[in-house]
């Protein structure tokens, strides 16, 4: 069997809140809760939630930009939170991120062709006329010409940055990289665009992608498997096509209720999930979605529902679909084939 490129178990990442002059810690953030998942070489691992949810949290914890509080993160065979900096420096070549917001993640002052060789140049990669070289071709790559490489970020379209930034992120040769809600401030029809673009790459380059995203739809066509993220918890994992075809974790359901359905004779209705998400500072005891379900049961307000497999993999955590309360026939809000 395959083995996972990235195994990550029960990451957690607690933020102390300070109270006072003397900034005594008041209580934690818990921004990520104990996440755990595989990503296999060669697949787009989706992971989806509204904002706060912990989805960029949990990325740049495996980009190891922030430390985590608990849990483990194995790349290619290696325990990442043990590596020194020596290692963590050549692990970095082989991880990169792609961010949301291109404009800010370039360089104002430096030149795209300077952008895209400073990754070459920090890991020690090529001499000078190969990394010049290496520039124009990924410019090519990413459907820029090589002229571009002596202009300035700001004299690009936001869909062209991208194109840019997702180019820095390719000139080490990586192995995975976490492209953090990579299309997000492009307009719908640059978003594909973008999309076609990364699809191509993985599969001329053999990549790996972990996509994060608030938006089930945008992430729907690009991803083989998709892990559904509420309250710094993941609530439902499962390969694309069953999470899409039937959703079983309330959340997930109402979030695929306001994706727009292609076909115009076909109406979905729309759960509206009343509330806020709760701050992940006091998040709810029992199931972190208990406020806002309408499936509420009073099991669901004392026990935190595992995330167990359904079928073969389609796992889910919520007490519906538990032993003691299967079979309930309200557990599903979006019936199969209504999606
Ligand atoms: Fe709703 Fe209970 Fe399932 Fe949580 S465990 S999603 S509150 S039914």
Same mark, same amino acid.
């Given at each position: ?23 005594? /810690? ?139 930034? /997702? ?44 996509? /994060? ?127």
């Amino acid at each position: 069997m395959t083995k996972p490129l990235l195994k990550v178990e029960g990451l957690k990442k607690y933020f102390p809140v300070k109270k006072g002059a003397l900034g005594r /810690i008041k209580g934690h953030v818990k921004a990520v809760d104990g996440v755990s998942f595989d990503v296999y070489p060669g697949e787009t691992l989706g992971i989806v939630g509204e904002s706060g949810c912990g989805k960029s949290t949990t990325g740049r914890m495996i980009m190891r930009l922030l430390e985590p509080t608990d849990g483990r993160i194995e790349f290619d065979g290696k325990e990442l939170t043990a590596l020194g900096a020596e290692d963590m420096r050549k692990m970095r070549r082989d991880v990169q991120m792609v961010f949301q917001d291109p404009f800010a993640s370039l360089n104002p002052r430096h030149t795209v062709g300077k952008i895209l060789e400073e990754p070459l140049i920090v890991h020690g990669m090529k001499n000078a006329a190969e990394r010049k070289k290496k520039v124009r071709e990924f410019l090519e790559i990413v459907g820029l010409s090589e002229y571009h490489a002596a202009r300035y970020p700001h004299q690009f379209s936001g869909g062209q940055r991208q194109r840019i930034g /997702i180019a820095r992120a390719l000139m080490t040769n990586p192995k995975l990289i976490i492209a953090d809600e990579p299309v997000s401030a492009l307009d719908v029809s640059i978003q594909s665009q973008v999309l076609n673009l990364m699809q191509d790459l993985q599969r001329y380059f053999g990549l790996t992608y972990i996509f /994060i995203a608030h938006d089930l739809g945008v992430v729907r066509h690009i991803s083989d498997r998709v892990g559904v993220m509420y309250l710094g918890r993941i609530v439902e994992l499962s390969d694309s096509e069953s999470l899409y075809a039937k959703p079983l974790h309330p959340y997930t359901q109402a979030l695929l209720s306001a994706v727009p359905v292609p076909d115009p004779g076909f109406e979905r209705e729309q759960i509206v999930l009343e509330g806020d998400i709760p701050s992940p500072a006091n998040p709810p005891s029992g199931c972190p979605f208990h406020t806002r379900c309408p499936f509420r049961m009073d099991v669901c307000m004392t026990d935190v529902p595992p995330l167990q497999e359904t079928e073969p993999g389609h796992s889910v955590a919520c007490h519906l679909y538990t032993e003691e309360t299967a079979g309930n026939d309200n557990k599903k809000l979006v019936t199969e084939g209504s999606i």
